[in-house]
């Protein structure tokens, strides 16, 4: 009795033969397509098995733990891992005397505080007081114990709410923005939709370009980049040389009785401010470790690269955003407007630490 089952392999078998046939017979010139389609098949198969295999060595082949011997770079690295293929958290970080729940809290200040909660609706934004500060840094760097200690002995608030920012950055990511900062627009539209954020690991802007004779009568650089307002994904290179280059300064002087007010053998500008966080930005763009150099160059990025910028450069992996984008309305260097369409973040230029009683 011919039963499903037999008539089901019957008709398998009929098909098999059929094909098998019309193969055995088929003209040359199917050859030829028949091949190309098999090889793109194989390509595809092989490059998904490239892939497999390279995410489960990424996940069975972990670094090595350096020891406590080795370079601050290495541990920092280590412990903070970059992955420029990931997302931007969404994290806000600013820092204050107190916290917004605080009575304490200026009402001058709220304004622009509540400006970033109300453009990120989805993200954790956090103001963390002074008091806080201490212990967080403690918390993220307690494999990094030098870190903790430099930071723990600077004398001066602005020296460690400098340092806050690129330690918080290094540790989480997100944006870092001064308490005084205006969101004028959403992070998601600094941007362009097209520009792909998995090739972008660092956001930063202009904050001076003072092209004139005596710029650095009003200037620490040529160009000065941006630091009251950051964007970054954790673990970059630039935040671990700006953490790195600090904790070693800090301890050096430390070591040599020097790091106290008004006995450094350095200002706030070139320890922690703008001046060394620039310096840090150009370091990266000219690290033959991540960017190609030509032969007998002495450097591969100049602040003349950035002279007059109108519209965002991408250098690598870091878009540079024009002075107009976090200096809008300041009204010189050629900074537009604050309805200007690259108009991003408006600082109040408050600078609080330059005028407290208790430094």
């Given at each position: 009795?011919?039963?499903?089952?037999?008539?089901?392999?019957?008709?398998?078998?009929?098909?098999?033969?059929?094909?098998?046939?019309?193969?055995?017979?088929?003209?040359?010139?199917?050859?030829?397509?028949?091949?190309?389609?098999?090889?793109?098949?194989?390509?595809?198969?092989?490059?998904?098995?490239?892939?497999?295999?390279?995410?489960?060595?990424?996940?069975?082949?972990?670094?090595?733990?350096?020891?406590?011997?080795?370079?601050?770079?290495?541990?920092?690295r280590y412990q903070f891992p970059y992955d420029?293929?990931?997302?931007?958290?969404?994290?806000?970080?600013?820092?204050?005397?107190?916290?917004?729940?605080?009575?304490?809290?200026?009402?001058?200040?709220?304004?622009?505080?509540?400006?970033?909660?109300?453009?990120?609706?989805?993200?954790?934004?956090?103001?963390?007081?002074?008091?806080?500060?201490?212990?967080?840094?403690?918390?993220?760097?307690?494999?990094?114990?030098?870190?903790?200690?430099?930071?723990?002995?600077?004398?001066?608030?602005?020296?460690?709410?400098?340092?806050?920012?690129?330690?918080?950055?290094?540790?989480?990511?997100?944006?870092?923005?001064?308490?005084?900062?205006?969101?004028?627009?959403?992070?998601?539209?600094?941007?362009?939709?097209?520009?792909?954020?998995?090739?972008?690991?660092?956001?930063?802007?202009?904050?001076?370009?003072?092209?004139?004779?005596?710029?650095?009568?009003?200037?620490?650089?040529?160009?000065?980049?941006?630091?009251?307002?950051?964007?970054?994904?954790?673990?970059?290179?630039?935040?671990?040389?700006?953490?790195?280059?600090?904790?070693?300064?800090?301890?050096?002087?430390?070591?040599?009785?020097?790091?106290?007010?008004?006995?450094?053998?350095?200002?706030?500008?070139?320890?922690?401010?703008?001046?060394?966080?620039?310096?840090?930005?150009?370091?990266?763009?000219?690290?033959?470790?991540?960017?190609?150099?030509?032969?007998?160059?002495?450097?591969?990025?100049?602040?003349?690269?950035?002279?007059?910028?109108?519209?965002l450069k991408k250098v690598g992996d870091v878009?540079?955003?024009?002075?107009?984008?976090?200096?809008?309305?300041?009204?010189?260097?050629?900074?537009?407007?604050?309805?200007?369409?690259?108009?991003?973040?408006?600082?109040?230029?408050?600078?609080?630490?330059?005028?407290?009683?208790?430094?």
């Open positions: 009795m011919l039963t499903f089952r037999k008539s089901l392999i019957a008709a398998v078998v009929l098909i098999t033969f059929v094909v098998l046939l019309r193969s055995a017979h088929s003209s040359p010139s199917t050859e030829p397509a028949v091949l190309d389609t098999e090889a793109t098949v194989y390509d595809a198969l092989q490059a998904a098995d490239e892939h497999t295999t390279s995410q489960k060595q990424d996940i069975q082949q972990q670094p090595l733990k350096p020891p406590p011997t080795a370079p601050l770079r290495e541990r920092l420029l293929e990931s997302r931007f958290p969404a994290y806000i970080w600013q820092t204050w005397k107190y916290t917004p729940a605080s009575m304490w809290f200026a009402e001058d200040l709220r304004p622009a505080e509540a400006s970033w909660t109300e453009l990120h609706p989805g993200f954790v934004h956090e103001v963390i007081p002074d008091d806080t500060q201490r212990h967080l840094v403690k918390y993220l760097y307690g494999s990094v114990p030098e870190v903790f200690e430099a930071y723990d002995s600077m004398p001066l608030p602005v020296l460690k709410a400098d340092f806050f920012r690129y330690l918080i950055l290094l540790a989480r990511g997100g944006i870092y923005s001064d308490i005084d900062t205006y969101a004028l627009k959403p992070a998601a539209d600094w941007l362009p939709r097209e520009l792909d954020l998995a090739t972008v690991g660092f956001v930063i802007g202009i904050e001076a370009d003072p092209d004139r004779p005596d710029w650095h009568d009003w200037y620490s650089r040529r160009i000065q980049f941006c630091q009251w307002t950051i964007q970054a994904k954790p673990g970059h290179p630039i935040l671990r040389d700006i953490v790195a280059y600090i904790t070693e300064d800090a301890l050096r002087m430390k070591e040599k009785g020097i790091l106290k007010e008004g006995k450094m053998d350095k200002t706030i500008m070139e320890f922690t401010g703008p001046a060394a966080w620039t310096d840090a930005v150009f370091r990266y763009f000219n690290d033959p470790e991540y960017f190609s150099i030509e032969p007998g160059s002495a450097h591969n990025v100049t602040y003349e690269d950035f002279t007059n910028q109108r519209d878009v540079v955003l024009p002075i107009t984008s976090f200096s809008p309305g300041v009204g010189q260097m050629g900074a537009g407007d604050l309805d200007d369409p690259m108009a991003f973040v408006k600082h109040d230029f408050s600078g609080s630490w330059k005028t407290d009683p208790a430094l």
